[in-house]
Nanobody
Framework: QEQLVESGGGLVQAGGSLRLSCAAS????????MGWFRQAPGKERAVVAA????????YYPDSVKGRFTISRDNAKNTVFLQMNSLNPEDTAVYYC??????????????????????WGQGTQVTVSS
C-alpha cells in the first residue's frame, strides 16, 4: 500500500504561483506513474498533470499547458507540481495519485482518474481575484 501526502496548498492572488509536493511512503515509488488531479465543488475530478515513472513523458490538459509543470525526484520519493499564472478557475482541492501499471521510458502516463490506484488526501488551493 502506497501512502501519499500532499503539501504546499494555500491562498494566492491571481497571477501568483504555488508549488505542490507529494511525498510517497513506499519503496516502489520509482516504479509508479504519478498524476496530479483537482476537484472543484460540483465538478468531477480531472487530471492537471501526469508523469511516467521514468520522468520521460508528461501530459497536461490544455487548461494548464504552459502554466503548470510536473516533475519528480525518485531518490526522494516525491512528485512536484509547479503552478504559475494562477487564476480563480484553478481553485480546487488538488490530489496526487499513483499508478502501479507503469511501462517503459516511452510509455505515456494515464490521463483518467480510473487509472490510478493510490490517492493522497488532497490539499486546498484557493486563488483570489
Amino acid at each position: 500500500q502506497e501512502q501519499l501526502v500532499e503539501s504546499g496548498g494555500g491562498l494566492v492572488q491571481a497571477g501568483g504561483s504555488l508549488r505542490l509536493s507529494c511525498a510517497a511512503s513506499g519503496r516502489t515509488f520509482s516504479s509508479y506513474d504519478m498524476g496530479w488531479f483537482r476537484q472543484a465543488p460540483g465538478k468531477e475530478r480531472a487530471v492537471v498533470a501526469a508523469i511516467n515513472n521514468h520522468g520521460t513523458r508528461t501530459y497536461y490538459p490544455d487548461s494548464v499547458k504552459g502554466r503548470f509543470t510536473i516533475s519528480r525526484d525518485n531518490a526522494k520519493n516525491t512528485v512536484f507540481l509547479q503552478m504559475n499564472s494562477l487564476n480563480p478557475e484553478d481553485t480546487a482541492v488538488y490530489y496526487c495519485a499513483a499508478d502501479r501499471s507503469s511501462g517503459g521510458i516511452t510509455t505515456h502516463p494515464a490521463r483518467s482518474a480510473s487509472g490510478y490506484e493510490y490517492w493522497g488526501q488532497g490539499t486546498q488551493v484557493t486563488v483570489s481575484s
